[in-house]
């Protein structure tokens, strides 16, 4: 079997086959739940999915390379931090302007995510999502009027959805449950 | 399990609690973290730390709550199905369906906004097909339509950001 071959490499260190699918698979779903803090932590996840060190690594580095992994280091909670006011704001873009709306506002440094997504008539108009992050309220707002100002889009209808409860904040689960 | 629901009771302004060495953990590796052998001693030493010292305030900030976790954030497109949904409910039964919400397999960031609608929170799934059937079911348990609104681009994926330090300190 497969698996137990894996391990078998993991053991010894050896990595002259290439991990199994179902390795990567496993895995993915311990990096969704973050790295062990150990002074090896490569290691003590290639013993968990049955992987040598050195192939974990290339997998990490590998979907890094190709995008799969956005970014690698710490997830903060900005809640915690005191980053309290998490405004999202959505925007009605006429489509032929969505594009370019969208990039120039990713450029703003107050601005921390930037989506189109599709409009749903007659209950929602907004196609153009960011996200503004302040310590407090008045700072967002102030952030997203001077923004408006900037780039000019005191035209386009919108509205900002201030976040008032917490319910979950956490990292995506995309590896099926008893994958790892 | 890493993943629960805030406690609303816990301290929130955990900034002054943190030393420098802490906001240079924070400020410098949000992105960034070395895949080496023994990634934390690489970091400490450009800190001029130690691994022990680097290991001990990751654990402390995780359970301080001010890190979710250290390790990789996924593209959502890449690895898996995931779309951001809303649904309109009775403000005072809120809480009531924010844990039904919560219950139901693949949910994260789920938040109260102000507005109509006024419960907010991405579903992620391994697939598309899969990703529907959990909308499909949670939707049924809701009896409520959920607004279903996946990702069309992207125009930001930098997800780390700048920590305002000084504001927390005033705030």
Known sequence: MKTTDDLEFAATGAAR????AEAERRLRGLLEQGLPLVPRPWRTLAEQAGMAEDQVMACVHRWQADGMIKRLGLVVKHRRLGIQANAM?????????????????AHETAVTLCYRRPRRLPDWPYNLFCMIHSARRERVEAELAAIVERLGLGD?????????????????????EGAA | ????????????????????????LIDSYQRGLPVCSRPFHTIAERLGSSEDEVISRLERLQEMGVLSRVGPVFDHARAGASLLAA????????????????????????????????LWFVMTAPDEPELDARLDALEARLGVPILRLPMLEGYHIDLSFPIPWAELERA
């Open chain 1, 17 to 20: 086959h290439a991990p199994s």
């Open chain 1, 89 to 105: 704001v959505v925007w009605n873009v006429p489509d032929e302007r969505v594009a370019e709306v969208g990039r120039r506002l």
């Open chain 1, 156 to 176: 386009l209808e919108h509205r900002v959805l201030f976040s008032t409860h917490a319910y979950r904040q956490c990292g995506g689960r995309y590896v099926r």
């Open chain 2, 1 to 24: 399990m890493h993943c629960q629901a805030p406690n609303s009771q816990a301290p929130t302004h955990q900034a002054r609690k943190l030393d420098a060495l802490d906001r240079r």
């Open chain 2, 87 to 118: 649904v309109a409910v009775p403000e005072a039964e809120r809480d009531a369906f924010a844990e039904l919400i919560n219950a139901a397999p693949g949910v994260n960031h789920n938040y109260a906004r102000e507005h109509d609608f006024n």
